[in-house]
């Protein structure tokens, strides 16, 4: 055990730099938050309601609507550039090829939500989060590496070159800040 606490420990870092922790599921501390707020939601008439596609933000947004009494008139967008800094492994997205199929409509887990796809799947599901880096130079570096491995944008390879890519930033750096999340907006 180090002396060091906090984000400088090597146990923190070790932590941010674990591909165990890539897209993680909502803290059961969030699905009670999540459940908690639902009554304030079912008092809005919601026609939209935009969510990004990391397994966390959908979960979130089930558990907020999932008793909402209009659920079934609500467009419940997935949109990509809806997504938290790519920092550490947690903000690392799963295959979207299996993250659609997970939560596509009718899916038991989905609880009544119909998630709407479409802005993920424009063009190739697996290049959402890639395609969303606002630094020119990281983007054009990821597609590089992309083209390396053979350039098929499959879960596999697109997954593969971002744990390089954030693993490499860490522990001073992160592959995104937090200005270039705003940037994104």
Known sequence: MSA??????PEFIALMKDPKIIDPDLHPVG??????????????????????????????????????????????????????????????????????QKYAPGQPICHGINFDWSRVQEDSPNLWCPKTIIVEEKKAKFFQKL???????TGENVLAVLVDMVSSELPEGALETKDDMYNRS
């Open 147 to 153: 083209q390396e491995r053979g350039g098929e944008p």
């Open 31 to 100: 699905v009670a938050q999540s459940e908690a707020n639902a009554p304030k939601m079912a008092a809005i008439n919601f026609k939209y309601v935009l969510v990004s596609p990391m397994k966390r933000a959908l979960q979130t947004c089930i558990h907020m609507f999932k008793t909402h009494p209009n659920r079934e008139n609500i467009r419940f967008i997935v949109e990509p550039w809806f997504h938290e800094i790519m920092h550490t492994m947690c903000d690392v997205p799963m295959d979207a090829d299996e993250l659609i």
């Open 4 to 9: 060091e606490y906090g984000e400088s420990s």
